[in-house]
């Protein structure tokens, strides 16, 4: 196993454990606040009956929501406890779904051309190499269908509130495709306060993806990128305390999304 791999499957595993954010299933979705959990721009149209792959995706969240609005979903992540929540909310909800234990680097478990929609949450820059990801994708998607993923502002990899210096969010590490990015969770994503017993865990290990390899990667792959957005977080408030999350979010978009659909 990689060391990639290994560190993700660990990192992930103890994330459930301590009910991190990105780990608490939604089980009390209604189609209203489904269709805004997955898709607040109204890019995605009608998925139902729609074959849907939630790639990197496992935790319960888009699983259920997909799953109520009436696709056909397929979840593959790495981390057997994510997938555990995803098989709680198709409990929960009474739907079918597939739980697939894979890396996003090899979707060999999964057919070819069987997806009209590939939907990834933001893990894109926990392997080294983006490119690798399309690939695969490609595969798995049918011609015309939707692969949508979020990933981190490749100019903003690796800066959170904490790298406030008095002045400015302060840029250390060198714009190289694949740099390694080590830093430490927010506050927010999991209490851990409120969970003591909950072993120590390491923080997130990411690769920068620039965006000429973001962007060079879909299109020699097929994609079409259709539509593209920044992303702040909801709390992103410029008259905040600078160094906090609020303040950070509202100077620099930490995330990107892209929209693209395969030629
Ligand atoms: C931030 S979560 C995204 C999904 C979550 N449902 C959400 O809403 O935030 C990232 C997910 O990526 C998974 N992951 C990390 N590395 C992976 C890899 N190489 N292949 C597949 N899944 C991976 C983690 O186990 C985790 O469930």
């Known amino acids: 196993m990689d060391e990639v791999r290994r560190y993700n499957i660990e990192r992930w595993d103890a994330l459930v454990e301590a009910n991190a954010l990105f780990t608490r299933p939604l089980l009390n979705l ?13 890019r995605l149209g009608d998925v139902r009956g729609k074959d849907v792959l939630l790639l990197a995706s496992g935790g319960g969240q888009q699983s259920a929501a997909f799953a109520l609005l009436g696709a056909n979903v397929t ?22 779904m597939r739980l697939v234990q894979a890396d996003m680097r090899d979707l060999s478990a999964l057919d070819a051309a069987a997806y009209d929609l590939v939907y990834q949450p933001y893990s894109l820059n926990f392997v080294p190499d983006a490119t690798v990801v399309f690939a695969q994708v490609s595969r798995v998607l049918r011609r015309g269908g939707m692969y949508y993923f979020m990933c981190a502002n ?19 590490e060198p714009y190289q495709q694949g740099q390694q990015i080590v830093y430490t969770d927010s506050d927010w994503v999991y209490d851990r306060s409120k969970y ?25 792959r097929g994609f079409v990128p259709v539509h593209m957005k920044e992303i702040m977080a909801d709390a ?13 979010t509202a100077i620099v978009p930490p995330w990107f999304a892209f929209w693209t659909v395969l030629g």
């Open 196 to 220: 003591p017993d909950a072993r120590p865990i390491q923080g997130p290990q990411e690769f920068r993806q620039t965006l000429s390899t973001l962007l060079n990667g879909l299109m020699e």
């Open 75 to 96: 979840v593959v992540d790495l981390s057997n406890k994510q997938l555990e929540r995803d098989a709680q909310v198709a409990a929960h909800y009474g739907v079918e």
């Open 154 to 172: 490749p100019f903003a990899s690796g800066l959170t509130e904490a790298s406030w210096n008095g002045e400015g969010y302060l840029l250390k």
């Open 30 to 42: 209604d189609m209203e606040s489904a269709r805004e959990r997955i898709d607040r721009d109204g």
């Open 236 to 248: 992103a408030d410029a008259t905040a305390e600078p160094g906090t999350w609020e303040h950070f």
